[in-house]
C-alpha cells in the first residue's frame, strides 16, 4: 500500500474526460459513485460488459477506507451477477490512484488497537489481510478484467492492476511501487504478483527497493501492460471494444480459461494439466460448444451466437 496525503484543492480535475464515442461516454460517470458506492462509478456501456470506474477526482482517487469496503462489495456482486461476463475497470479525473488516502486511514493504521503487543499485532494483521482482500477479490472473480491505465498509478494502484488480467494504458501513464519510500514493504499484492506478471525478478527488485517510477514504454517491453495508447480516449475505445470481443465468446470458455490460467500460474505443468482435465470433464458438456463449432463451420463471427447466462 502507499499512503497519501490528500487536500480537494490538490490536483482537482473540473474537466472530467468526455469521449467522443457515444459507448464509451456512457462509460464516464460524470454525475459521480453510483449508489450505494461512494468511491465508485458503476456503469454497462455495452452489453454484458460492466465498467468500474474509480471516482474520487478530487482526491486524485486515493483509496480511503470505503474504497476498501466498496471494492469487494462490488467485485462480489459482479462474481455473481449472470448479466456480466466482462469487468473493465478505469478512473476518473487527472490520474488512475495516488495510492492509499493516510489521511483517512492514519488513526486505523499508524495507531492499532490492543492492549500489548501481541494484540496491537494481531489486530493490524486483521487489517493488513481485510486491505488484501480487496484485490484479490478482482483476481478470484471468475469473469476477466481488463484494466485501463492513464497517469500516474502509484503504490496501491500497482497491487490493484497486478490482480487484473488484462492491463492497457495511456502514453501519459506511469507507474511506482512507492512504499519503501515512506517506510514499509508493500503489502497487499504487489510483491506476491508483480514477479509473476513481469517474469524478471531482478526488474522487480529495482523497482520496489529504488521506488523510481516505470514509463509507458517500459511497461509495455516488460510486460506489465499488453498495449499502449496515445491518449486516454483511445484507450477507453480500445478498452471496451476489446471488452466486447470477450463478452462475445462463450462465458463458459471464457471463465474457465481464466480460472485454469490463473491455477496453472501457480502449480506446475503436471498440476495443471489435471487440474484442466477435471475442470473440462464437465465443461466441455456444454452446448455452448455445440454452438460454437457449428459457427466456426459457417464462418461466422462469435458475435453472431447467442449463449445462455452463467
Known sequence: MLF???HASVFSDRALWMPAHSAVRAMSSS???TSPYTTLAISHPAENITHVE???PEKINAMNKAFWR????CFNEISSDPDCRVVLVSAAGKIFTAGVDLMDLSGEILQPKGDDVARISWNLRQIIV?????FSVIEKCPKPVVVA???ACIGGGVDLITACDIRLCSQDAWFQVKEVDIGLAADVGTLQRLPKVIGSRSLVNE?????RKMFADEAKSCGLVSRVFPDKEAMMAAALELAAEIAARSPVAVQGTKANLIYSRDHSVDEGLNYMATWNMSMLQTQDLIKSAQAAMEKKSPKAVT????
Do not use: C, I, Y
Open 307 to 310: 449463449f445462455s447466462k452463467l
Open 31 to 33: 454525475a459521480g459513485p
Open 207 to 211: 523497482l520496489a527497493l529504488t521506488a
Open 149 to 151: 491505465v492513464h497517469g
Open 54 to 56: 474509480l471516482h474520487r
Open 4 to 6: 497519501v496525503f490528500t
Open 70 to 73: 466498496e471494492m469487494v462489495e
Open 130 to 134: 481485510k486491505f488484501q482482500e480487496t
